[in-house]
């Protein structure tokens, strides 16, 4: 955990490449603070910057660093300000899911993703996104409460299933229980499938959940979300191979999302044979070989298609 002592040791071995576990940890003998002080990890920080930066011996440096409760990275945000990139790696202990992301990066974009499952060899890509975060069913199997949507992270288009439990609530105050998705945001498409759905949830608890334990950031689920809510209080399943890409507006309209195109192709590819769009998503009069693409323009016309 000395500083000084990796100093040297990198100017005896002459490494390419070096990593620190954890910044915070280390010291440097000429500052009196303790370890994991602001003073020590930011100069312990520079003086591996320096290093990294030497114009005459330029490295690569990985610095891990500990994260507090809240998800974010311990100590000042100077130390990110530091570094060229900063990557963070996310997963609950008992679940396999761990994603990779990166939200800073000087040498390109911040926006893709890493997906690693959590084994006994330790963490090993998952190369088919798409089969890990939806269920494999027998073909024309249907069960309700589930409902499939298309997400893009970064420059990956991800098929991921979403999966609802509606049951009778005998509180004055039913749950509103999404670990995928903010408990704020689970309120509104509730609220939004009532008022302009008309169906009716003031006495039902509400649970939602990604299969794989993906987390949803993206709008273009809001209608699988409620979808699959919808389903689930109807009990009328969903045929596994239909899809819904949509932002859902307080209004009950279906909105646009980015890359429609690029979604439909590639679930064409993949052998779906139906998604559920808004309307005039796609420009052009673009074909495809499998999918029967169908434009609406709210929420009320997909229930109707759908369920009733």
């Known amino acids: 955990t000395s500083m000084d002592n990796v100093i040297k040791s990198i100017s005896e071995i002459d490494p390419d490449f070096i990593i620190i576990d954890s910044i915070q940890a280390f010291t440097l003998d000429e500052f009196e603070s303790k370890a994991g002080s602001p003073v020590q990890t930011i100069e312990c920080a520079n003086a591996l910057v320096d290093i990294a930066k030497n114009q005459n011996r330029a490295r690569a440096i990985i610095m891990v660093g500990h994260m507090t409760k809240a998800n974010?990275?311990?100590?000042?945000?100077?130390?990110?300000?530091?570094?060229?990139?900063?990557?963070?790696?996310?997963?609950?202990?008992?679940?396999?899911?761990?994603?990779?992301?990166?939200?800073?990066?000087?040498?390109?974009?911040?926006?893709?993703?890493g997906l690693f499952s959590m084994e006994e060899d330790g963490m090993?890509?998952?190369?088919?996104?798409?089969?890990?975060?939806?269920?494999?069913?027998?073909?024309?199997?249907?069960?309700?409460?589930?409902?499939?949507s298309m997400i893009k992270e970064g420059s990956r288009?991800?098929?991921?299933?979403?999966?609802?439990?509606?049951?009778?609530?005998?509180?004055?105050?039913?749950?509103?229980?999404?670990?995928?998705?903010?408990?704020?945001?689970?309120?509104?498409?509730?609220?939004i499938l009532e008022q302009r759905g008309n169906i009716r949830l003031y006495d039902k608890n509400v649970v939602i959940k990604a299969t794989g334990g993906l987390r949803l950031r993206e709008q273009s689920v809001n209608l699988a979300i409620i979808m699959s809510i919808a389903s689930s209080v109807?009990?009328?399943?969903?045929?596994?191979?239909?899809?819904?890409i949509s932002e859902v507006g307080l209004t009950g309209e279906l909105k646009n999302v980015p890359s429609m195109g690029a979604r439909i192709r590639e679930l064409?590819?993949?052998g779906f044979k139906k998604a559920y769009i808004p309307k005039g998503s796609l420009k052009?009069?673009?074909?495809?070989?499998?999918?029967?693409?169908?434009?609406?323009?709210?929420?009320q016309e997909v229930i109707n298609h759908v369920l009733r």
């Open 268 to 270: 064409d590819r993949m």
């Open 72 to 113: 974010e990275m311990a100590g000042l945000r100077t130390l990110e300000h530091l570094v060229d990139t900063v990557l963070y790696l996310e997963g609950e202990s008992d679940e396999e899911l761990r994603m990779l992301m990166a939200t800073k990066n000087r040498f390109g974009r911040t926006g893709e993703i």
């Open 284 to 299: 052009g009069n673009e074909e495809f070989d499998n999918i029967q693409v169908i434009e609406l323009r709210t929420l």
């Open 234 to 244: 109807y009990n009328r399943g969903i045929p596994s191979d239909t899809i819904f």
């Open 124 to 148: 090993l890509p998952i190369d088919n996104p798409s089969e890990f975060f939806i269920t494999q069913r027998e073909h024309g199997d249907m069960v309700s409460g589930s409902a499939l």
């Open 157 to 191: 288009l991800i098929v991921v299933e979403i999966e609802s439990l509606i049951s009778h609530s005998f509180t004055p105050y039913p749950s509103r229980v999404g670990d995928c998705l903010r408990k704020d945001q689970l309120s509104t498409l509730i609220s």
